[in-house]
């Protein structure tokens, strides 16, 4: 039986709504056919900048759209509460404080010291609590109840709309694009692939790509149910969830054409790729999806590939180190 948030997709007057929403922060990102990626990967590779908002990172679009729509039915409360490994909680701190909502997340111990700091200086208090994100969002429900505030989630189908924002940007922009790969954290992202195909009625073939050190969504896939899957990846920060979110897996398991999972070796390199060929920075996740690509080079032959750097927010001796392994 359909879930209730995905029985019905966002349609493309609504994600053009919240294209206008998310415009008077920001324009759209650029999307760029790199010619040495293309030749590294040996045929037409387009990548779309998620790294060049202003918070380094494509959720930013979920949290405007998000409290846009609390706005506008006149919820809006006098804090939130949610959970992140950093670019979820950047979002959420940057809309809360345009509308002056007080805010708090809940990061795991060891999180990255820069995401920290960015969501430190939007106004946002942090609390470390758990070893992992999971951990943090079962803390963060918890002190939401307590304190009365709204729980933020990671997925919900407002944060989708937003975020499809950018994809409606690059599929518009490349209407030719034949496969696209994208990574899956909590399952915004890709789920915002499949909706704006859908709302776009547009051909292309949606790869889905997962940490080879963080399973859930791929092994949920293939089981038809939520499995829990550990967490260790040490560079896919963005990706390390251990527990698939029903109604993201409803959605994926019917629309995305197949699973790819990605070694942090595989990450690292393609960090390296897309600092090399295009100078610009991609933290692990954002990397992930040209590490797909390249992973199924064999394959891609002839055909238009579209990636996404979703985020840059790498710590800076993190990143070091992986342009020095290289």
């Known amino acids: 039986m359909a879930h209730p948030e995905t029985a019905a997709l966002p349609t493309l007057a609504e994600i053009e709504a919240a294209a206008s929403v998310v ?22 590779c387009w990548v779309k900048h998620e790294n060049h908002t202003p918070v380094g990172a494509f959720k930013i679009r979920g949290g405007l759209t998000y409290f846009h729509e609390l706005a506008r039915q006149g919820e809006l409360p006098k804090e939130v509460v949610s959970a992140t490994r950093g670019n979820h909680g950047q979002s959420i701190g940057w809309a809360a404080r345009a509308h ?5 997340i809940v990061v795991p111990r060891g999180n990255s010291a820069e995401k920290n700091a960015a969501m430190r200086a939007l106004g946002v208090q942090l609390i470390e609590h758990g070893d992992d994100f999971t951990e943090s969002a079962d803390y963060a429900r918890q002190l939401a109840a307590e304190r009365g505030a709204l729980m933020v989630p990671s997925f919900h189908m407002d944060l989708v709309r937003g975020v499809a924002t950018y994809w409606w940007e690059f599929l518009r922009a490349v209407p030719d694009l034949e496969v696209a790969y994208v990574p899956i954290g909590l399952g915004s992202g890709a789920c915002a692939a499949i909706v704006a195909r859908q709302a776009l009625n547009h051909p292309v073939r949606i790869v889905g790509v997962v940490s080879a050190h963080a399973r859930t969504y791929a092994d949920s896939i293939a089981a038809g149910r939520v499995v829990e899957a550990a967490v260790s990846t040490r560079l896919a920060d963005g990706m390390a969830v251990r527990r698939a979110d029903e109604r993201a897996l409803e959605l994926l398991a019917r629309h995305l054409d197949h699973v790819v999972a990605v070694t942090d070796e595989e990450v690292a390199a393609s960090m390296r790729a897309l600092y090399e060929d295009t100078h610009n920075l991609a933290e692990g996740a954002g990397a992930a999806a040209f590490a797909a690509a390249l992973q ?4 891609l032959a002839g055909r238009r590939v579209g990636v996404v750097v979703t985020g840059a927010n790498v710590d800076a001796s993190l990143m070091s180190a992986v342009l020095n392994e290289g």
Do not use: I, K, M, N
Request: proline share 10%; glycine share 10%.
């Open 23 to 44: 415009y008077r922060e920001f324009p759209p990102t650029p999307q760029y056919r790199w010619a040495l990626l293309s030749e590294r990967l040996g045929t037409d």
């Open 100 to 104: 002056g909502v007080g805010c708090t």
């Open 296 to 299: 199924e080079r064999s394959q």
